[in-house]
T-cell receptor, first 113, second 114 residues
């Protein structure tokens, strides 16, 4: 049972465009939603995270939008740059126990120059 | 700080062989965990530890053993490797394992089981 569904699998965006990656979850116990960025040959690194008590969080060119009723959240990358080309993972953590993360399957983003 | 370090970077094993993947962190983090990453599958939790002497199973624990004798180290043992364990393994750590804490990932170990 896949608890966090991520789409699309891959995405090509032109430089300066907006990249949008979507995730949906099933477990209503999830209450912390981080996004990780992974460059080839490297480990994932935290990009931005959101709690369900807010509908949007922005950090620079990266924005998370959160829809609690629909159990969906998305990452928007504004003014996408070639340096943003990486694999992006959404994740979720439940409100009990420790910070064990359930990851989506990942989105490979390519920003063309 | 070196952060989270993992050794080896690459390893080739034959079916049935055993090996230990090493993970160390120098941030005095209590929480450490192991994930495996397979193409199109995201990262899946294998085992985690909330402090020295305390470990627990994650989503895919079968075929793997862990122990935590020190705060710094969290090795992952494959007792009898199988081709299905071919994967990239990541170790991660956070301060106390609380949900809102940043988890720091190591660079990964790429394992091929023939």
């Amino acid at each position: 049972q896949q608890q966090v569904k991520q789409s699309p699998q891959s995405l090509i965006v032109q430089k300066g465009g907006i990249s949008i990656i979507n995730c949906a979850y099933e477990n209503t116990a999830f209450d912390y939603f981080p996004w990780y960025q992974q460059f080839p040959g490297k480990g994932p690194a935290l990009l931005i995270a959101i709690r369900p008590d807010v509908s949007e969080k922005k950090e620079g060119r990266f924005t998370i939008s959160f829809n609690k009723s629909a159990k969906q959240f998305s990452l928007h990358i504004m003014d996408s740059q070639p340096g943003d080309s990486a694999t992006y993972f959404c994740a979720a953590s439940a409100n009990s126990g420790y910070s064990t993360l359930t990851f989506g399957k990942g989105t490979m983003l390519l920003v063309s120059p | 700080n070196a952060g989270v370090t993992q050794t080896p970077k690459f390893q080739v094993l034959k079916t049935g062989q055993s090996m230990t993947l090493q993970c160390a962190q120098d941030m005095n983090h209590e929480y450490m965990s192991w994930y495996r990453q397979d193409p199109g599958m995201g990262l899946r939790l294998i085992h985690y530890s909330v402090g020295a002497g305390i470990t627990d199973q994650g989503e895919v624990p079968n075929g793997y053993n862990v122990s935590r004798s020190t705060t710094e180290d969290f090795p992952l043992r494959l007792l009898s490797a199988a081709p299905s364990q071919t994967s990239v393994y990541f170790c991660a750590s956070s301060l106390q394992g609380l949900r809102q804490e940043t988890q720091y990932f190591g660079p990964g170990t790429r394992l091929l089981v023939l």
